[in-house]
T-cell receptor
Framework: GQQLNQSPQSMFIQEGEDVSMNCTSS?????WLWYKQDPGEGPVLLIA?????ELTSNGRLTAQFGITRKDSFLNISASIPSDVGIYFC????????????FGQGTRLTINP | NAGVTQTPKFQVLKTGQSMTLQCAQD?????MYWYRQDPGMGLRLIYYSASEGTTDKGEVPNGYNVSRLNKREFSLRLESAAPSQTSVYFC????????????FGSGTQLSVL
């Protein structure tokens, strides 16, 4: 099946720093989604991207749908302690059952 | 409150025991999904139900069965639990017709000893 490669797997940063993570795929997707998971909770949707080249912001978060439809990135500006968690990218299959395929996740740790 | 409800929150089983994880959504979504989450593996699809009355295998279906009882409920059953099934299980739902995003329950942490 399709796979997404998400990097980095983990990040250790200082509060106030900017964060960047990305996902790449060997296949194209129609939709890219970015989720955040807090400890003990299910993933919560942060940003949805529907068109190649689309750049979307949600507060301090900015995500882009790559022009080739095979990649996406998420940036977090001026990180704060509540940004800690695991971030997942997900791509919606173009064909068939249109399942969501998830990346392995990026674990973000912030030192105050 | 509208959303996806999973029960139980935590469960410990002995090898060979059986159990059913329950999931219900009240958003009238057509599609429902079961994922498992393991460290470094992300979320892997076990089974999904594109609509009421249909179920299909995902990426890691072995050792599991599912039932789409009605539009609201989608259960996951472990007939004979194995230690390799120790994981966190998430149910999710989505309305494909409206291209709505996947919404997750809060998870079930399962340990098989």
């Amino acid at each position: 099946g399709q796979q997404l490669n998400q990097s980095p797997q983990s990040m250790f940063i200082q509060e106030g720093e900017d964060v960047s993570m990305n996902c790449t795929s060997s296949s194209i997707f129609n939709t890219w989604l970015w989720y955040k998971q807090d400890p003990g909770e299910g993933p919560v949707l942060l940003i949805a991207l529907y068109k190649a080249g689309e750049l979307t912001s949600n507060g301090r978060l900015t995500a882009q749908f790559g022009i080739t439809r095979k990649d996406s990135f998420l940036n977090i500006s001026a990180s704060i302690p509540s940004d800690v968690g695991i971030y997942f990218c997900a791509g919606l299959e173009v064909w068939g059952a249109q399942k969501l395929v998830f990346g392995q996740g990026t674990r973000l740790t912030i030192n105050p | 409150n509208a959303g996806v409800t999973q029960t139980p929150k935590f469960q410990v089983l002995k090898t060979g025991q059986s159990m059913t994880l329950q999931c219900a959504q009240d958003m009238n979504h057509n599609s429902m999904y079961w994922y498992r989450q393991d460290p470094g593996m992300g979320l892997r699809l076990i089974y999904y139900s594109a609509s009421e009355g249909t179920t299909d295998k995902g990426e890691v279906p072995n050792g599991y069965n599912v039932s789409r009882l009605n539009k609201r409920e989608f259960s996951l059953r472990l007939e004979s639990a194995a230690p390799s099934q120790t994981s966190v299980y998430f149910c999710a739902s989505r309305d494909r017709a409206a291209n709505e995003k996947l919404l997750f329950g809060s998870g079930t942490q399962l340990s098989v000893l």
